[in-house]
């Protein structure tokens, strides 16, 4: 793959830093995104990318990032929509704030974000809207989760459409139960963990999955090899499903 510019969402952990780190070491350029910024600077300096404060929740701040980058010239051959939120909640319980909240961030954040940054994709661009095994797999507690990941992938279907002219393609990664910090900011103890994990020992993988094993479907959908693709969705969940 030639020398590209990526932009990862939600970059300070996770599948989305493992992502950033793995392109910076192919000589790419990458900008990230975060909300924390005492985090946010520290993974800019580690990493040495570019990094803007911009949460998903915050439509003006979406705004400022995609304004910023078009007065600043730049040019983005990929962008990966990773960043997003997971708080379980049991159906019969779940509030209104929850319910708008994590349609806000995983949904509405996205959509505002794509939107904005449409005058510095290049021709062609690709996108790769992180999703989850949760739009098709039922789990306890993921009702609003679920939702959110499903509302973006029928977003995504229109938008291949819409943007055909302008030579982006969308396609989509969903990753199965995979260890990042998703678990904690959860509230998941060490051991609702370690059982949860000790569990996917029984899948065709024979282990839990981490964030580096999402690195290849994504790179592979960011790249040339791709052109064709709309809509194409990669399960990256180690049998699981099976």
């Known amino acids: 793959m030639n020398q590209k510019t990526f932009l990862i969402t939600g970059a300070t952990s996770g599948i989305g830093f493992t992502l950033a780190k793995h392109c910076v070491d192919l000589g790419h350029n990458v900008i990230i995104t975060g909300r924390d910024q005492s985090k946010l600077d520290r993974v800019s300096v580690a990493l040495g990318v570019t990094g803007y404060l911009v949460d998903n929740a915050d439509m003006g701040q979406i705004r400022w990032l995609g304004e910023t980058l078009k007065s600043e010239g730049k040019v983005i051959d ?89 030579e982006v393609r969308i396609n989509i990664v969903r990753p199965g139960v995979t260890a990042t910090e998703i678990q904690s900011k959860a509230g998941m103890t060490k051991e609702q963990e370690d059982s949860l994990f000790e569990s996917l020992r029984a899948t065709p993988l024979g282990r839990g999955l981490n964030s580096a094993d999402h690195v290849g479907a994504i790179m592979y959908l960011l790249g040339d090899d791709s052109i064709a693709l709309r809509n194409a969705v990669i399960e990256v969940e180690g049998g699981y499903l099976l």
């Open 78 to 166: 990929g962008v990966v929509l990773n960043a997003g939120i997971f708080y379980p909640d049991v159906f019969s319980e779940t509030t209104p704030d929850a319910f708008d909240t994590t349609m806000t961030i995983n949904t509405k954040g996205p959509f505002f974000t794509l939107q904005a940054l449409l005058p510095s994709l290049a021709k062609p661009a690709s996108v790769v809207f992180i999703s989850s095994i949760a739009v098709t797999k039922s789990f306890e507690g993921c009702a609003t989760y679920a939702a959110s990941k499903a509302a973006f992938e029928a977003i995504v279907r229109v938008a291949n459409m819409e943007l055909a002219n302008t």
